[in-house]
């Protein structure tokens, strides 16, 4: 039996004294929690006609609530029993001008953003990928539209967010 969930892998690089995880640093936006995060990309798709999320079957149902509150219709995709996103599921559920929510649970490599590409290619699909699992591995980045993140659950702190 493999164990989730207790140990991460963490890699970084160095630079001038930041740490370089996410491209565009620069704008990145703090925030209390990952839910205001979701809030703030939900309202941003609003604003571009995208009113459908499409999210794993497998999430905390907190980041359910903000597409709710904005009155999105939410559609959930499968994953195996290894959490892999099960593309051909994923085929059959898409819809044009929609946000797809990406994870990679546990620090690990549960789909492929060249085949996400490949199967969202022509349909302006917004691309997002939640972090938490994986904050501090930089090579589990992806180029996608958003990136969330709690830092909360890596830092003993009440609160924190990230949203760029």
Not at 15 to 39: C, N, P, T, W, Y
Not at 69 to 96: C, V
Not at 127 to 138: A, G, R, S, Y
């Amino acid at each position: 039996m493999k164990e989730f969930g207790s140990n991460f892998e963490l890699s970084y690089t160095e630079g001038k004294g930041k740490v370089h995880l996410i491209k565009d640093q620069d704008k990145i936006i703090l925030l209390r929690s990952a839910r205001e995060a979701l809030f703030l990309v939900g309202n941003r798709c609003l604003q571009e006609n995208i009113k459908t999320v499409i999210m794993p079957a497998l999430c905390c149902k907190s980041m359910v609530q903000a597409f709710i509150q904005l009155k999105f219709r939410i559609i959930y995709y499968k994953l195996t029993p290894t959490y892999q996103i099960d593309y051909d599921y994923l085929k059959s559920i898409l819809e044009k001008n929609s946000l797809i929510i990406l994870i990679k649970y546990h620090g690990n490599q549960t789909y492929n953003i060249n085949e996400i590409r490949t199967i969202t290619n022509g349909l302006k699909i917004k691309l997002l990928q939640d972090c938490t699992q994986h904050v501090f591995t930089e090579s589990l980045y992806d180029d996608v539209d958003f990136y969330i993140g709690s830092i909360r659950k890596w830092i003993a702190i009440p609160d924190g967010a990230f949203l760029v």
